[in-house]
C-alpha cells in the first residue's frame, strides 16, 4: 500500500495544507486515502483533529507517534510528519515516499514550494483564504466575549480586518467591498454595526467594553450570519491584536480544504501524483 510522508521544513510551512489537498486529489481520483498525523509539535493534535472532519479520508482524530504509524497504514496512506523533520527515516521504515513541503523556496525534485510569489509547476501561491484566521482565533487573540455565534461559528474564516470610519455617510459601499471580513468600531456607535450586518461580516467585533444595543443583539441573533464579540481594549489595540494572526493559524476549516484542493492539484499535475504512489 503506497505511503506519502508530508514534510514540512519548519513550523507553518504548509505540510497540513499539502497533505490535505494531496488527500482531496487522490480521493476524487477514486482512491482509498488514510490521513495521519505524526505527534511531536504542538500542532499536532489540532491537525489530527481536523484531519477526522474531512469526509473524503479515514483519519483517526488523534496524532500518532512516528513509531506506530505502520499500524495506521491503510489504503493510500498520507503522513504528515511533525514539523521541522525531513520524513525521509520515516518514510524509509514504512517504504514510502517523502514530499517535502518548503517555505518560499523554489521547487525541486520531491518538493513542493509554499508561499511563493507565483503559482507554478511544483509550487503554491501564497494565499490570502489560506493565509486567514478563524473567528475563533480572533476572539482569543482580543480577549474577547462571545454575545452570539453565526450559524458557520468558531470556524468561519476571515480574509480582511475592516475598520468602522467614523463619518455621516453610509458606510454601506465601504463595507460592501469587502467579503470574508472581520467588522471592528466601538460598542456605541451603533450606526456603523448596522451599516456593516448589512453586507457579508463574519465577525462584528465591539471595542471598548461598553453595554451593546438590545436593539443590535436582537438584529445579530435574528440573522443567524455573524459572530458578536465583545473586546475589553479600544478598536485601536484590538486591531492590533488580532492584524498578527494572519498566517500564523493552523490548518482548518471546509473552505479552505476547499481552496487546498484546488491550489494542490494545481501544483502537483498527474504524472507527480502517479510518482508519488507508484
Do not use: W
Request: charged share 20%; aromatic share 4%; proline share 3%.
Amino acid at each position: 500500500m503506497p505511503v506519502i510522508v508530508v514534510a514540512g521544513d519548519q513550523r507553518g510551512a504548509g505540510a497540513s495544507t499539502v497533505a490535505v489537498g494531496l488527500a482531496h486529489k487522490l480521493a476524487y481520483a477514486g482512491q482509498s486515502v488514510t490521513l495521519v498525523r505524526v505527534a511531536g509539535d504542538d500542532r499536532a493534535e489540532a491537525d489530527a483533529r481536523t484531519f477526522a472532519t474531512l469526509e473524503f479520508a479515514d483519519a483517526s482524530g488523534a496524532a500518532i507517534a512516528a513509531d506506530a504509524v505502520q499500524a495506521a497504514v491503510q489504503g493510500v496512506t498520507i503522513v504528515e510528519a511533525a514539523a521541522g523533520n525531513d520524513g525521509a527515516a520515516l518514510a524509509a521504515r514504512l517504504g514510502g515516499k517523502v514530499l517535502r513541503v518548503t517555505s518560499n523556496a523554489a521547487p525541486a525534485a520531491g518538493t513542493i514550494a509554499n508561499h511563493t510569489r507565483a503559482a507554478s509547476a511544483g509550487a503554491i501561491a501564497e494565499d490570502r483564504l489560506l493565509a486567514a484566521p478563524t473567528v475563533a482565533a480572533l476572539a482569543l487573540a482580543s480577549k474577547a466575549q462571545v454575545l452570539t455565534r453565526s450559524v458557520e461559528g468558531d470556524d468561519a474564516v476571515v480574509e480582511h480586518i475592516v475598520i468602522g470610519a467614523i463619518s455621516h455617510d453610509s458606510n454601506v459601499p465601504y463595507f460592501d467591498r469587502f467579503s470574508r471580513k472581520a467588522v471592528v468600531t466601538r460598542a456605541e456607535r451603533v450606526d456603523i454595526a448596522l451599516s456593516a450586518l448589512r453586507t457579508e461580516t463574519e465577525c462584528l467585533i465591539l471595542t471598548g467594553g461598553g453595554e451593546p444595543s438590545p436593539y443590535l443583539l436582537d438584529r445579530v441573533a435574528a440573522s443567524r450570519s455573524t459572530t458578536l464579540l465583545l473586546a475589553p481594549e479600544g478598536t485601536v489595540e484590538t486591531v492590533r491584536d488580532i492584524e498578527g494572526m494572519f498566517g500564523h493559524v493552523a490548518f482548518s476549516g471546509e473552505a479552505k480544504v476547499e481552496r487546498a484542493a484546488e491550489l494542490v492539484a494545481a501544483a502537483l499535475d498527474d504524472a507527480a501524483i502517479a510518482a508519488l504512489i507508484s
